[in-house]
């Protein structure tokens, strides 16, 4: 059984990139508020990613 051939891995896999490109508006120098609730609303993401993804396998995640 593969890493991602469960439904929960890809989804778990989509939310980790989406999580992490969410980051980069944050990078420009004239980054505001929006950016702010974006690194929230991003961490959050990759958080949901992150945890989807190690426990859609058999046993126990690490």
Known sequence: MGL?????ALVGLVLMVVGTLAFFPSLMA?????????????????????????TSGDGRPV
């Open 4 to 8: 991602l051939s469960s439904k929960k």
């Open 30 to 54: 004239n980054a505001g508020n929006v950016s702010v609730y974006l690194l929230a609303v991003a961490a959050v993401v990759l958080t949901a990613g992150t945890y989807l993804l190690g």
